[in-house]
């Protein structure tokens, strides 16, 4: 199933930054960045429950905010790209 997560992490001190960059690196480890807090994330649900859990433990939810938008597995109809940084396709071939 398709996420797209976007979060807006607090940064007014040092505890912000460190979650800013804890929140970007469980994203990281698990989707795409397609934009600087909005990532692609293509998991089955047990796994992207984990990653929701664990973003939830990092934000501080009086100051961050963490959206969840669910695109489900027909995702390919449901997203537009114009502009630059060229789309990918999770299930594409990976080359590394």
Not at 22 to 45: H, L, T
Request: charged content about 30%; aromatic content about 12%; proline content about 1%.
């Amino acid at each position: 199933m398709m996420v797209l997560v976007s979060y807006d992490v607090s940064t007014i001190n040092s505890e912000g930054c460190k979650r800013l960059r804890k929140v970007a690196k469980v994203c990281q480890n698990y989707g795409q960045r397609v934009q600087n807090s909005v990532f692609e994330i293509d998991v089955d649900y047990g796994t992207f429950l984990r990653v929701k859990d664990n973003l939830l433990k990092l934000i501080d939810d009086k100051s961050d905010s963490l959206r969840f938008y669910y695109l489900g597995n027909n995702w390919k109809r449901k997203i537009e790209h114009y502009g630059t940084k060229e789309t990918y396709d999770p299930e594409g071939v990976i080359i590394i």
